[in-house]
């Protein structure tokens, strides 16, 4: 029987955890935004890093500027390798492992989705560190019913992987499709994995949302998924 809790401390979520990487789509960014200033408010330092791209929020700096900085201290920094216009770039697995020295907690964006509430990973995709302790893979649900080919990142290479034409809408089953090796988990088996289904304020009807969080994990035996509409701070952790 799954147990379902509500939670105003999504910091919980990584507690005792000090390496927590993110993939997939659907709020990525903001979720670890959030889950960055809760750890700050709970008095844990916190560096954002990226093995992708990330926007460039403030404060950040790049790496190498951060290597020289003496004393090296702050509570909540983005860091990438380079600033390039409006992103970081990625840093390296050894990069980000080295921040766990001076960091609480290291929240990695491995992936990009461009905005698309899905994804469908290219060759190289995700780039997860391998001492990662947690691994959060985001979907949005207001992919449900979309157009595929708007709701998906990377649609085509969907197509091209399995020689069928993309479905034409984001239909239940063609969102739990998803869930699967070759897509939103790829490269993840063996990790410790949470699955998070983003959004649920633009869910209807309501209850879809679980069903599906239920059929996923079932699926999967991934232990430990969370429903939630990050921007209005609503969290369901699933257990």
Same mark, same amino acid.
């Given at each position: 029987?799954?147990?379902?809790? =509500?939670?105003?401390?999504?910091?919980?979520?990584?507690?005792?955890?000090?390496?927590?990487?993110?993939?997939?789509?659907?709020?990525? $960014?903001?979720?670890?935004?959030? *889950?960055? =200033?809760?750890? %700050?408010?709970?008095? =844990?330092? %916190?560096?954002?890093?990226? $093995?992708?791209?990330?926007?460039?929020?403030?404060?950040?700096?790049? +790496?190498?500027?951060?290597?020289?900085?003496?004393?090296?201290?702050?509570?909540?920094?983005?860091?990438?390798?380079?600033?390039?216009?409006?992103?970081?770039?990625?840093?390296?697995?050894?990069?980000?492992?080295?921040?766990?020295?001076?960091?609480?907690?290291?929240?990695?964006?491995?992936?990009?989705?461009?905005?698309?509430? *899905? /994804?469908?990973?290219?060759?190289?995709?995700?780039?997860?560190?391998?001492?990662?302790?947690?691994?959060?893979?985001?979907?949005?649900?207001?992919?449900? +019913?979309?157009?595929?080919?708007?709701?998906?990142?990377?649609?085509?290479?969907?197509?091209?992987?399995?020689?069928?034409?993309?479905?034409?809408?984001?239909?239940?089953?063609?969102?739990?499709?998803?869930?699967?090796?070759?897509? *939103?988990?790829?490269?993840?088996?063996?990790?410790?994995?949470?699955?998070?289904?983003? /959004?649920?304020? $633009?869910?209807?009807?309501?209850?879809?949302?679980?069903?599906?969080?239920?059929?996923?994990?079932? =699926? $999967?035996?991934?232990?430990?998924?969370?429903?939630?509409?990050?921007?209005?701070?609503?969290?369901?952790?699933?257990?």
């Amino acid at each position: 029987m799954w147990h379902i809790q =509500r939670t105003n401390d999504p910091s919980s979520l990584i507690g005792g955890i000090r390496f927590a990487s993110f993939i997939g789509g659907g709020g990525k $960014t903001t979720l670890i935004e959030y *889950l960055a =200033r809760s750890c %700050v408010a709970r008095h =844990r330092s %916190v560096a954002v890093v990226t $093995t992708t791209k990330i926007f460039a929020l403030e404060p950040f700096v790049v +790496f190498d500027d951060w290597v020289k900085r003496a004393p090296r201290k702050a509570s909540y920094i983005h860091i990438g390798k380079t600033a390039e216009g409006h992103k970081l770039t990625g840093l390296s697995c050894d990069e980000v492992k080295a921040l766990g020295n001076d960091f609480d907690v290291v929240l990695i964006e491995a992936d990009g989705a461009k905005g698309h509430p *899905l /994804k469908y990973p290219a060759p190289y995709e995700p780039v997860i560190p391998p001492f990662s302790e947690k691994v959060f893979v985001v979907a949005g649900l207001d992919a449900l +019913f979309k157009p595929f080919r708007d709701a998906v990142f990377r649609h085509e290479l969907f197509s091209r992987s399995t020689g069928t034409e993309p479905p034409r809408l984001v239909y239940p089953d063609i969102f739990m499709r998803l869930f699967e090796d070759d897509a *939103l988990l790829k490269s993840t088996a063996g990790l410790d994995r949470t699955v998070v289904l983003n /959004k649920y304020d $633009t869910c209807k009807p309501r209850h879809l949302a679980a069903v599906l969080m239920q059929k996923i994990l079932d =699926r $999967t035996g991934i232990r430990e998924g969370v429903i939630a509409a990050v921007k209005h701070g609503i969290y369901y952790r699933i257990r």
